[in-house]
């Protein structure tokens, strides 16, 4: 699989997406929601196709990448795989899986203990996905929604197209050992 090299990438078509206008700001997520608005919100940022997911699929695919989503055979079933470059790309909400350091997670006032449960829980069970695959050879990325957010949106996808760009993870690590012999 990792012989192709780059072809999975088509001409590189540049950052034309108007990435910025297709996202509009979001209400931070505060304890005034009843338990039927979260539920709603849940549900909304469970679905399968989550904005942001979707933002970032007509990105690559505009620029050329031939994707898969949900893939149900790999670990932890990746958002976004691109086989070629056999990358695997996960899109998180910062509360849910328990973003490090951002301001859009935490727990909850009320109900702590179900909460920490649920979201501790996530982030456990998207290190060890994200082990499993490396394990198997893949390169795993994770792109934060708030890396979406106006502000970030260019950067982050810049960075994202550049690294699945170079390549399937084994060529670069053939690279690394052959100037090191
Ligand atoms: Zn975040």
């Given at each position: ?81 691109v086989?070629?470059c056999?990358t ?51 390169r ?42």
């Amino acid at each position: 699989m990792s012989t192709g090299g780059n072809s999975c990438l088509l001409p590189f078509v540049g950052s034309s997406f108007p990435i910025s206008a297709a996202i509009e700001s979001e209400p931070s997520m505060t304890d005034t929601f009843t338990t039927a608005e979260r539920s709603r919100l849940m549900a909304q940022i469970r679905s399968v196709d989550t904005r942001p997911e979707k933002l970032l699929r007509a990105f690559l695919s505009k620029n050329g990448l031939c994707l898969k989503t949900h893939v149900r055979i790999l670990p932890g079933k990746p958002d976004i795989v691109v086989f070629p470059c056999r990358t695997a790309i996960f899109v998180n909400g910062c509360f849910w899986h328990n973003h490090a350091g951002c301001k859009r997670a935490g727990f909850p006032a009320t109900r702590v203990d179900f909460w920490r449960r649920k979201i501790l829980g996530n982030a456990f069970r998207d290190r060890r996905n994200r082990a499993a695959l490396r394990k198997l050879g893949w390169r795993v990325i994770t792109v934060w929604q708030c890396q979406l957010a106006p502000k970030k949106v260019e950067q982050r996808l810049t960075s994202l197209l550049a690294t699945l760009r170079s390549g399937p993870p084994e060529e670069n690590e053939r690279a690394a050992r052959k100037t090191k012999n």
